[in-house]
Structure formats: structure tokens, C-alpha cells
């Protein structure tokens, strides 16, 4: 299979339920971000963080939510799996078992920290970018009912994993001192 189709020269693509769209639709918008977050994690990764199991299934659910939320609702598909309220509960449980680890958080912190932690903020950014261009896609157009409490899940366990590759180095969270 070749890399390019030359389908989308025309400044469209094409969603997984068919049908063209231009690549400027809020969909391929937020489709896009979920890509761009997904490589961030394979920074963060690269970086040596320590929570490589994690993030490499995180890196697969960011699959998942893609292909979700590039099929409209109405559509049907045998070989895409919507977004249900499992993910969201093990994406609580996640966040649960690394606060369990931490200090308690009672003050605002700087992003930042060791390279992998300030890769995670910076994922973090980038996951809430795609929920906010999730909103305005639900707006006007149907999505999948658990890709929003999932995008926001998503990005407190961005959080917490940042706090938690800090952490692990031994390394305190920056207050901010306003």
C-alpha cells in the first residue's frame, strides 16, 4: 500500500462511515490534535518515562478515540469499538493509583520537571486543545456520549503521570508563587 492516495489533494478527506469532508471540519481538527497528543506521548516516552506501560496503552486508546470520533454517530461500523464508560472508570483508576503515590497537591504548579514530566504538561495542553474541539464539534454534530468525560479524564491522568515522572526522579513539584 502506498503512502499517499492523492485523494485529499482537494483539500478534503474521508471520514471512516464515508463521505468527504474538507480537512478544515472540526472533526479532522480534533481527529488531528489526538494525533499530535499521540506523538507527544511517544516523546515522553522517548524521553525515558517511566510509566511506559501506561503510555504506551494510552497511546493505543488515542487510536481508539481517533476512530471513534472520526465516524459520526449515526454511522455503524463492525470494525471500530465506541468509547464507553469502562475507559473512562480505568482512566479514574489510573489517576487514583498515582495520586495514591504523591504528595498532596495544595498549591497551583509550573509545568515542567524532568524532560519526560514537561513532555506529559505539554501532552496535557494538547489533550485539552482536542476536548475543546470536541465541544465545539458536539455543537452541531452528534459524538460518540463518553469522548468528552474521556478527553477529560485523559488529561487529569497527564497531570498526574507529569507529577508522578517527577516524582520517581526525586524531584519536587514547582509552586507557583503568584
Not at 50 to 59: F, G, I, P, S, Y
Request: hydrophobic share 45%.
Amino acid at each position: 500500500m502506498k503512502l499517499y492516495t492523492r485523494s485529499g489533494d482537494d483539500g478534503t478527506t474521508q471520514l471512516f462511515a464515508g463521505g468527504r469532508v474538507p480537512k478544515t471540519h472540526l472533526r479532522v481538527a480534533a481527529c488531528g490534535t489526538l494525533d499530535e497528543l499521540n506523538a507527544q506521548l511517544g516523546l515522553a516516552r522517548s524521553l525515558g518515562a517511566r510509566n511506559e506501560d501506561c503510555l504506551a496503552q494510552l497511546q493505543s486508546l488515542l487510536l481508539r478515540i481517533g476512530a471513534d470520533l472520526a465516524m459520526p454517530l449515526q454511522a455503524r461500523s463492525d470494525h471500530i469499538t465506541r468509547i464507553d464508560a469502562a475507559v473512562v472508570d480505568w482512566l479514574e483508576t489510573e489517576i487514583d493509583r498515582l495520586d495514591d503515590e504523591l504528595p498532596p497537591l495544595t498549591v497551583f504548579i509550573l509545568p515542567g520537571g524532568t524532560p519526560p514530566a514537561a513532555a506529559l504538561h505539554v501532552a496535557r495542553t494538547v489533550c485539552r486543545r482536542a476536548e475543546r474541539l470536541v465541544v465545539a464539534l458536539q455543537a452541531g454534530e452528534d459524538v460518540g456520549p463518553q469522548l468528552l468525560p474521556c478527553l477529560n479524564r485523559l488529561s487529569d491522568l497527564l497531570f498526574a503521570l507529569a507529577r508522578h515522572e517527577n516524582h520517581l526522579a526525586g524531584q519536587d513539584d514547582d509552586p507557583w508563587l503568584p
